[in-house]
């Protein structure tokens, strides 16, 4: 099915299933622990043995000697693989360095052998015995040093232009120039990258962790040197991945090499160290945004330059793109700038660009609102745009920026902060209110689905799309709900293996509406196979309560079936309609914060995030989306920073205990509010994503919010007690 024209009225427009406050159906599976995740398959190959990664000592240069013998002669050892043993490796399309290092270290923890035991801790102690020698070189590992040496890698596209920026600037008599820092952060998710492979002949079988499944096939096809067909993923439960599992990492590459060496399914898991340097991270930035505005308080010019590095070969931290979109101004300037440096894989994490890039603009719109003296919510509205800024015949499909804004004012009460800082106090408290816009571009990406009906009238989905925690199984099994008019407990929704067809995978907040856009593709095709079947007139049957009926006929849906199951598959391809119309999901994020006047130490009170994103399919798992995402942004405004040695090139903090995330206790009562909006440029659901635009702009409303409460403004991310003890008023 090609989606080329807005969609009209359809079989999802009902709302009896879709669109309802559903529990997940996979709920029951997780919380009795029937939900098995990577390392959890236990009986699907016999006798498997354990592999233990041996990482990278050094960030920069070569193996010089690699001593084996003492590893190789401990109790359990079946096999150590090596780059000079692995065979032919070739890299896949989506990692930057080679996912098994040797004789060159590309960055520290790379992967340089695997030990197979006949137990984990056989494997572990043995490991402990490889002896390696290396031969190191200088390396980049600040990117501020990088910045001023002026080490550019590259420029990964032209600046974009439009107008004359610096004649604006220069003339504006409003003006702002400030840099901001965002810090590298880790993934931190709950589930370390897992993997347990099994070859039986040439066919190769790994059960991982893994959120965007074709591609993860592909790049292991590749780098193995396999035909794809020889090659299955599994993956039907993720336990959160964050953009970091977007990819195959080395554990599912060194479980397939470590299998084949040791002629035995063998099972792996990544140590939390290896997690955070072995894998990927979000890339540091810096960040000068410049704003020019009349006295009136309209943007005339916007500019907006990101700093960010990666090793040879990555790509830059595209900070930049919301500002080219979320307010108007006729003169503007964006840019990336990417410099080559050797810390471990820079990549996707959530809401990449948006995320760091909203942690700045959003704090520069409030010191130009402080500048103008507008209040912040006032300044952003005034500078609204119903068109792309670059493109002005170019509109926005749906836009609801102004009505987030005002809604989330007046929810939260904003009439009673004080615009001047550091003027509400409660007890030792200081206490201040902030707020962001939030912006996430629409995407959307082709996604296929079979969807079966048997003769009991029950309907199977199925369909390689992943569910990191957000809830797929359960909107999946209500799209097929609604198409096929029958309730939620008569369908079945089977995800995350590879021998189903290919869909959108989760990622870059298109999995929802593209992979149940590719479920109604798939009902459509079915429900013309049904009403064939049954001799009814496809175009005019309708479908509801189990039933089939075309004017004064009527069946059982299971009749159609009465002969055997009836099987259709297809796919939903998203044609031109994003070149016509620019389409973004808006969101109003508002944050109160106490911060003790004596400590610095900085608390959230409450939180709000009012949405607008298309179609809500399910307000539950949307919740639990947004409130995951404001959570996160908490941890990004005061606490997640991986601390990075400047001498030695890897990542300190580099486990659960180092890197601080929220717990139950940083984490306060938090509202979200989704507007009605149904977007029939964006898919045949009329929906969007919401999972990402839920972090963007969440962590500068908090800064904004300190700033209020304490008069302190921080430029540079985490937003911890040092940089506010300084500046903070007498405790009198």
């Known amino acids: 099915m090609k ?5 009209g009225t359809n079989p999802i427009d009902q709302m009896k299933v879709v ?28 006798s498997p043995a354990y592999g233990y990664v041996v990482g990278a000592g050094i960030a920069k240069g070569r ?5 084996l013998d003492a590893a190789r002669a401990s109790p359990g050892v079946l096999a150590i693989v090596t780059a000079d043993n ?18 060159q270290v590309d960055h520290y923890h790379q992967a340089l ?9 056989q494997a572990r102690a043995a490991a402990d015995l490889v002896r390696i020698r290396y031969a190191p070189s200088k390396g980049v590992f600040d990117l501020d040093a990088a910045k001023k040496a002026g080490n550019k890698l590259q420029d990964t596209d032209p600046d974009a232009r439009v107008g004359n920026f610096e004649k604006a600037y220069g003339d504006a008599p409003v003006t702002l120039d400030a840099t901001y820092h965002t810090p590298d952060q880790s993934h931190a998710m709950m589930e370390p990258h897992a993997s347990l492979a099994a070859w039986e002949g040439d066919q190769l ?31 039907p439960f993720i336990g959160g991945g964050f953009g970091g599992k977007l990819f195959i990492r080395s554990d599912v590459v060194l479980a397939a090499l470590g299998a ?6 063998v099972k792996l898991a990544l140590q939390r160290p290896l997690i955070a340097n072995n894998t990927t991270h979000r890339p540091a930035t810096v960040q000068r945004i410049r704003l020019g505005a009349t006295a009136e308080g309209t943007l005339t010019a916007i500019g907006h330059e990101s700093w960010s590095g990666n090793l040879t070969g990555g790509s830059p931290e595209e900070a930049v793109q919301q500002t080219k979109l979320l307010y108007a101004g006729a003169n503007r300037l964006a840019g990336l700038r990417l410099h080559t440096m050797d810390l471990p894989e820079g990549n ?45 015949e170019r509109p926005f499909s749906q836009r609801q920026l102004v009505q987030c804004l005002q809604e989330g004012a007046q929810r939260f009460g904003w009439d009673k902060r004080s615009a001047a800082p550091a003027q509400r106090r409660d007890g030792r408290w200081l206490v201040g209110m902030g707020v962001a816009a939030g912006f996430r571009n629409n995407l959307v990406m082709k996604s296929g689905a079979r969807v079966r009906l048997d003769g009991k009238g029950h309907v199977t989905v199925e369909t390689d799309m992943t569910d990191i925690g957000t809830g797929s199984y359960t909107i999946l099994g209500q799209t097929a709900a609604e198409m096929l008019g029958v309730s939620l407990d008569q369908v079945t929704v089977k995800l995350g293996d590879s021998s189903f067809p290919a869909s959108a995978g989760s990622g870059g907040q298109w999995g929802a509406n593209s992979a149940t856009a590719g479920v109604f593709a798939a009902c459509t095709k079915l429900r013309a196979a049904i009403a064939g079947k049954l001799g009814y007139d496809a175009d005019s049957a309708t479908f509801a309560d189990g039933k089939v009926r075309d004017g004064n006929r009527s069946a059982a849906l299971g009749k159609a079936a009465a002969d055997g199951d009836l099987v259709v598959e297809d796919s939903i391809e998203f044609a031109s309609l994003e070149e016509k119309y620019q389409q973004s999901t808006f969101a109003a994020h508002f944050v109160e914060v106490g911060v003790d006047v004596a400590t610095g130490e900085s608390r959230i009170r409450r939180m709000l995030a009012v949405c607008a994103a298309g179609r809500i399919l399910n307000p539950k798992t949307a919740r639990s989306q947004v409130i995951g995402a404001m959570t996160m942004g908490i941890g990004a405004a005061l606490s997640e920073e991986l601390a990075v040695d400047t001498r030695l090139g890897f990542f300190v903090n580099h486990d659960l205990a180092g890197y601080e995330v929220p717990v139950h206790a940083d984490v306060p009562h938090q509202e979200v509010v989704f507007l009605d909006e149904a977007d029939a440029i964006s898919s045949p659901m009329k929906a969007k994503g919401v999972g990402e635009l839920g972090l963007c702009g969440v962590s500068a409303a908090v800064a904004n919010a300190i700033y209020n409460a304490t008069g302190v403004r921080v430029r540079s991310y985490p937003i911890t007690l040092d940089k506010l003890l300084g500046g903070l008023p007498d405790i009198a």
């Open 19 to 46: 669109g309802k406050p559903l529990d997940r159906i996979d709920g029951p599976q997780k919380t009795t622990g029937h939900a098995r995740y990577a390392y959890e398959w236990h009986d699907v190959a016999a």
């Open 86 to 103: 692995a065979g032919p490796l070739h890299k896949g399309d989506r990692n930057t360095a080679p996912l098994l290092g040797g004789p």
């Open 3 to 7: 989606f080329d024209t807005p969609a």
């Open 260 to 265: 084949r060496a040791a002629k035995r399914p």
């Open 113 to 121: 052998a695997l030990v197979v035991a006949e137990t984990f801790e």
């Open 348 to 392: 996707a994490m959530r809401a990449p660009g948006e995320a760091p890039g909203l942690m700045a603009l959003e704090i520069a719109m409030d010191e130009m609102a402080e500048k103008l003296k507008l209040d912040p919510v006032e300044f952003r509205i005034r500078n609204d745009t119903q068109v792309d800024p670059s493109n002005p």
């Open 63 to 67: 193996v010089s000697a690699m001593d």
């Open 205 to 235: 079988t790994v059960w991982t962790s893994n959120q965007m499944i074709a591609w993860g096939k592909k790049d292991l096809a590749t780098t193995l040197g396999l035909p794809e067909d020889k090659v299955r993923l599994v993956s």
